[in-house]
Nanobody
Framework: QVQLVESGGGLVQPGGSVRLSCAAS????????MGWLRQAPGKEREFVAA????????LYALSVKGRFTIARDNAKNTVYLQMNSLKPEDTAVYYC??????????????????WGQGTQVTVSS
């Protein structure tokens, strides 16, 4: 069992940056590939980024590639999402989730075993 708690969301201006964190409970964090997904109002949940167990392989949605960076610290049981050059269309509830490996498996929201409660990111002037 893995419990995930996201933090770091809020209101940010277009072009700004924010870093999301996801703290995991339990000793098995390093056994899971991790992902960030988001859901905007009226839209389906979509893949944003994923990282493998060791942290040396990542995958990004085309819409965020070059602007977002996913990273993990297994010693701290935490995964991060650094979000730069934010756009209004990035506004959504962001979820972290735990699943398998490799990251290519984690583009499907149904591939995840555990989910956090989500954190709101609003990009607006």
């Amino acid at each position: 069992q893995v419990q995930l708690v996201e933090s770091g969301g809020g209101l940010v201006q277009p072009g700004g940056s924010v870093r999301l964190s996801c703290a995991a409970s339990g000793r098995t964090f390093s056994l899971y590939g991790m992902g960030w997904l988001r859901q905007a109002p009226g839209k389906e949940r979509e893949f944003v980024a994923a990282i493998n167990r060791n942290g040396d392989s990542t995958l990004y949605a085309l819409s965020v590639k070059g602007r977002f960076t996913i990273a993990r610290d297994n010693a701290k049981n935490t995964v991060y999402l650094q979000m730069n050059s934010l756009k209004p269309e990035d506004t959504a509830v962001y979820y972290c989730a735990a699943g398998g490996d490799p990251p290519s498996r984690l583009t499907d929201p149904h591939a995840y075993d555990y989910w956090g409660q989500g954190t709101q990111v609003t990009v607006s002037s």
